[in-house]
Nanobody
Framework: QVQLVESGGGLVQPGGSLRLSCAAS????????MGWYRQAPGKQRDFVAS???????IYADSVKGRFAISIDNLKNTTFLQMHSLIPEDTAVYYC???????????????WGQGTQVTVSS
């Protein structure tokens, strides 16, 4: 079984910064990409950013220039560094990964449980 565990959420003032982490564990043979989505109250889950070990990062327009995603392939961990946070960034942030489990021949998409980010004064 594959698990994704996020950490690093919390309450921050507008203009502040936070760093989210997501660690993948379990029977992992390979990871194609890892990324982040977010869901604000009453809204759909939206793409934030994704990256892979071989490709360039991709960002939603709303976070370009403020957020930076990175990946540590040795630790199967992705990070989302968030700067210049605004109240509209308030949401539950979910980690997402495309994983090839050990002993399997097909890739699977996995999600973390989410971590709350609140931007408020």
């Amino acid at each position: 079984q594959v698990q994704l565990v996020e950490s690093g959420g919390g309450l921050v003032q507008p203009g502040g910064s936070l760093r989210l982490s997501c660690a993948a564990s379990g029977s992992i043979f390979n990871i194609n990409f890892m990324g982040w989505y977010r869901q604000a109250p009453g809204k759909q889950r939206d793409f934030v950013a994704s990256t892979s070990s071989t490709g360039s990062p991709i960002y939603a327009d709303s976070v370009k220039g403020r957020f930076a995603i990175s990946i540590d392939n040795l630790k199967n961990t992705t990070f989302l560094q968030m700067h210049s946070l605004i109240p509209e960034d308030t949401a539950v942030y979910y980690c997402n990964a495309l994983v090839l489990p050990e002993g399997r021949t097909s890739w699977g998409e996995f999600w973390g449980q989410g971590t709350q980010v609140t931007v408020s004064s």
